[in-house]
Nanobody
């Protein structure tokens, strides 16, 4: 399984951005998919997760502002980010749990910068 993220960029506070993550390879072995971010000098943190059955989980810091969606046929996920804040700045990574072992595959990061 390979993951390809896209959609990052520069935004002003209050703006919206949409990130997309496409998968390829053995996509039918994919279980939960998620978005993580890593701010400068900080640990990587989970932002949003969506399971194949539609269950979703969000970090408290983005609840009500970020929305994750999934296309189960394509095993792709999007992250709609609204009301962006400077503290949302970071490199965003998509990931997927694969197979019975649940091993994690990471996509390359995409930079999101929120600044006035």
């Amino acid at each position: 399984v390979q993951l390809q993220a896209s959609g990052g960029g520069l935004a002003q506070p209050g703006d919206s951005l949409r990130l997309s993550c496409a998968s390829s390879g053995s996509i039918f072995d994919i279980n939960a998919m998620s978005w993580h971010r890593q701010a400068p000098g900080k640990q990587r943190e989970e932002v949003a997760l969506v399971a194949p059955n539609g269950f979703k989980r969000y970090a408290a810091s983005v609840l009500g502002r970020f929305y994750v969606s999934r296309n189960n046929e394509k095993n792709s996920i999007d992250l709609q980010m609204t009301s962006l804040k400077p503290e949302d700045t970071g490199v965003y990574y998509c990931s997927a749990e694969v197979g019975a072992s649940g091993s994690v595959v990471w996509g390359q990061g995409t930079q999101v910068t929120v600044s006035s």
